[in-house]
């Protein structure tokens, strides 16, 4: 029976997605922005089923983050593999916000084996962040990148370009070739280039990475042009479908499978709507992607030298039909850790540099974690703080924590992270009474709350035991919801429910957000003292379906479609 992938195939990932094939072997890189470890790959042998193999920037030798601003960082990174290896370009993102240049120096990492280890980065330029590698027949290889002109009155999307990239000397060579300055759409990034039938073909993301976004396809008989638009120009995208649940579908690239078939990979987002904002604009506008941007799959056909989308049209699919090839499911990998383990969980990622054991441990206690409390978390610098993405609209995470806090300014709990200026947490501390506490506080858009209650509180509630107490938050498409627990079974609401979409890519009035949200544990010591928390049994449960192989028979209404 024919099997149906469900978009996003890779929900809650930050993707640029250069998904590429190594034999049988499908393997994406996705963008990590401020998040350490940088750059995660998935690997997958149908196209349906995706595992996390690991990561790229591992070291911080190979990248130092600290101090990096919300969504800078690692940006863009395209995978290829040719000579015996992987390789993977990728720009570090020092400033998009604010002033005319954006310095984005790109670098260009290598590894015999997808898993690693991955080589130092080697510089390969700045002009733009979407570097990419071509590997030519002819053993050449070039850069192709995005240009970034931050001057007044140009297009700051300058131009498409190629430079030659020399292996022997390990620098660019040559000079840089504007290829392509893009449609009217404008915002013209993201490219990378096939080579198929006698053609380069030219992709890159136009529109920009909202609601205009799109996957433009030109092609040339010569890697330096002239290149000619694709007969639709725009081969995918999501722009005046207000019903699609598939939004912001652009930035893509081709991959064929064994058998022959193509498929296109692509970023898109699935928006919620804010439940507390009425929108008369169009309703596909007025969406938040809590989840951040996510990871689709289309099925491409080939017709007259050009890739089409099977559906003929160029609207992506909710579902798609899944490859001729044997199913091949992997091993639950576990969504959450109980710190049992000699490492923590590859799906833990922290704020700018690694974890480290001088505020990171798992050897100060069996079956715990135990952090040291750090800088508060709108700091940029020694956040105490893991945390994984959140991949489903309906989701559950809680954490048992032992912590013995001496004053207010101790603090530690469960965080729903999307910036140092967006965050909801519960956190465990002691008042000026010497009261133990149990408080959710908020930040939106850099402004401090503590929702709920009544009076400089909030909502507050006493601990009498000091004994470990269970956190909760549940996440329902539009709404978080804290609670708290003294045995893990009988459980209190704590605080008002929490409205989901100010932790978005969309809110508040900056753009180059990407990172979607997280989940995770912190703790906080802002008197210095070095105070720790233990934690142990996280626990990250999704409550909807949102399976990823959507049978053929499945009503989109059972799945957890986002309303
Ligand atoms: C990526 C660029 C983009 O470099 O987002 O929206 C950047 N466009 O193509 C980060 O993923």
Redesign the pocket.
């Known amino acids: 029976m024919t099997q149906f992938i469900q978009n996003p195939i890779l929900p809650g990932f930050?993707p640029?997605p250069s998904v590429i094939r190594v034999g049988e072997d499908f393997y994406i890189a996705t963008?990590t922005?401020e998040w350490f470890p940088g750059i995660r790959i998935h690997h997958s042998r149908d196209l349906v089923n995706w595992r996390l193999v690991g990561h790229v920037l591992t070291r911080r030798d190979q990248i130092d983050m600290r101090g990096f601003n919300n969504s800078d960082g690692v940006?863009?990174p395209a995978l290829s593999h040719a000579d015996g290896k992987f390789w993977i370009t990728f720009?570090c993102?020092h400033n998009s916000r604010g002033g005319a240049w954006m310095s984005t120096p790109c670098y260009v990492v290598t590894a015999e084996d997808i898993a690693g280890p991955w080589s130092d980065p080697t510089p390969i330029g700045g002009s733009g962040?979407?570097p990419a590698l071509f590997h030519d027949d002819d053993g050449r290889k070039w850069v192709v990148n995005?240009t970034w002109d931050g001057r007044a009155g140009y297009n700051n999307f300058g131009s498409i370009t190629v430079q030659e990239f020399d292996t022997e000397k390990g620098r660019l060579a040559g000079e840089r070739i504007g290829i392509f300055s893009g449609t009217e759409l404008g915002?013209t990034?993201?490219p990378q280039i096939l080579k198929k039938d006698g053609f380069y073909y030219l992709v890159t993301?136009e529109g920009?990475?909202e609601w205009n976004?799109a996957v433009t396809v030109c092609r040339s008989r010569s890697l330096t042009g002239p290149y000619e638009l694709h007969p639709q120009k725009y081969v995918l995208s999501s722009r005046f479908q207000e019903e699609n649940p598939l939004q912001r579908a652009g930035?893509g690239f081709f991959v064929d499978t064994p058998s022959g078939e193509w498929y296109l990979t692509h970023?898109c987002g699935r928006p919620v709507y804010d439940p507390e904002a009425y929108s008369y604009g169009p309703r596909y506008a007025t969406g938040f992607s809590i989840l951040g941007?996510e990871t689709g799959i289309q099925k491409i056909l080939w017709r007259d030298g050009w890739p089409w989308l099977a559906n003929g049209g160029n609207a992506p699919e909710f579902r798609v039909a899944a490859p001729d090839l044997a199913p091949h499911p992997w091993p639950e990998q576990s969504a959450g850790d109980d710190f049992t383990g000699d490492t923590l969980s590859p799906q833990w990622q922290t704020l700018r540099e690694p974890a480290e054991e001088t505020w990171c441990t798992l050897n100060a206690k069996p079956g715990s974690l135990r952090m040291k409390g750090r800088h508060y978390l709108s700091s940029r610098f020694d956040q105490s703080l893991l945390a994984r993405r959140i991949e489903h609209h309906k989701m559950r995470a809680e954490i048992l924590m032992d912590f013995h806090p001496e004053s207010p300014m101790h603090m530690a709990g469960l965080v729903v992270y999307y910036d140092n200026s967006n965050y909801y947490f519960l956190k465990i501390s002691r008042d000026d009474n010497g009261d133990k506490t149990v408080q959710v506080c908020a930040s939106v858009a850099g402004e401090y709350r503590e929702p709920g209650g009544s009076g400089q509180a909030g909502d507050t509630a006493r601990i009498e035991s000091d004994a470990p107490l269970y956190l909760r938050v549940t996440l329902d498409t539009q709404w978080y919801q804290f609670s708290y627990s003294a045995d893990g079974r009988h459980w209190a609401n704590i605080g008002p429910r929490l409205n989901s979409t100010p932790l978005s890519d969309e809110y508040g009035n900056l753009i180059?957000k990407?990172t979607g949200s997280m989940v995770g544990i912190f703790a906080c010591d802002v008197s210095e003292g070095g105070i720790h928390a233990d934690f142990a049994h996280f626990k990250y449960q999704p409550l909807g379906n949102e399976s990823k192989t959507a049978q053929p028979n499945q009503d989109l209404a059972q799945a957890d479609a986002v309303q």
């Open positions: 930050n640029d963008s922005f940006w863009a720009s993102t962040f979407d995005m915002c990034e993201g993301a920009g990475t976004h930035h970023l941007r180059f990407f």
